[in-house]
């Protein structure tokens, strides 16, 4: 096997962005998204956390009690990060609340509404582009309000299939022209 160094890649920047579930997909890594596309700004430094989860259950034989199947009975894929920026986008995404603006939000028991979900990753040139067809925020971290750290909103997406069964288009871009 030949190890290739330019195939390793960095995510030095990159960009979150949420649109209402119906916008078209973008179809690779590098076409700009459509005007409904919007930007959540900053994200903390560790990024993005991609988690892919399954359950299984061991079907075990009478003989000896040997396990002869393992039957796949869940499989999640999610994402987390922390939106560091205050703006109306990610006051809406975080609480959950549609009228959210950057002066006052309402915090009720509303569940997140669904998303198409764009994770831009930016390698120099190069770049991948994760596309999540339909994506719910199902977790939220706390709040920490301190003069040392700026204040962020930690959420993981849930990405859910879409009509063909994909939670994620995962697209790659090498910027080679």
């Not at 700004?41 to 061991?58: K, M, R």
């Not at 764009?118 to 309000?145: F, H, M, N």
Request: net charge negative; hydrophobic share 45%.
């Amino acid at each position: 096997m030949v190890n290739i160094a330019q195939n390793v890649r960095v995510a030095t920047t990159g960009a979150v962005s949420f649109a209402p579930i119906g916008t078209a997909l973008p179809l690779d890594a590098v076409a700009a998204l459509a005007a409904t596309f919007k930007d959540v700004g900053y994200i903390g430094p560790d990024g993005v956390t991609q988690a892919i989860e399954t359950d299984v259950t061991d079907i075990t034989a009478w003989q000896n009690g040997d396990t002869v199947r393992k039957v796949q009975t869940s499989h999640d894929v999610t994402f987390q990060l922390v939106m560091l920026e205050t703006n109306a986008l990610s006051l809406k995404i975080y609480y959950a609340d549609a009228t959210a603006t950057a002066s006052v939000v309402k915090v009720t028991g509303a569940q997140s509404l669904h998303n198409v979900v764009v994770i831009d990753v930016i390698d120099e040139k190069r770049s991948i582009r994760i596309v999540l067809p339909d994506a719910q925020v199902t977790e939220r971290g706390e709040i920490v309000y301190q003069n040392e750290e700026a204040t962020g909103y930690d959420i993981t997406l849930t990405a859910y299939p879409d009509a063909d069964g994909v939670k994620a288009y995962i697209y790659l871009d090498d910027g080679e022209v």
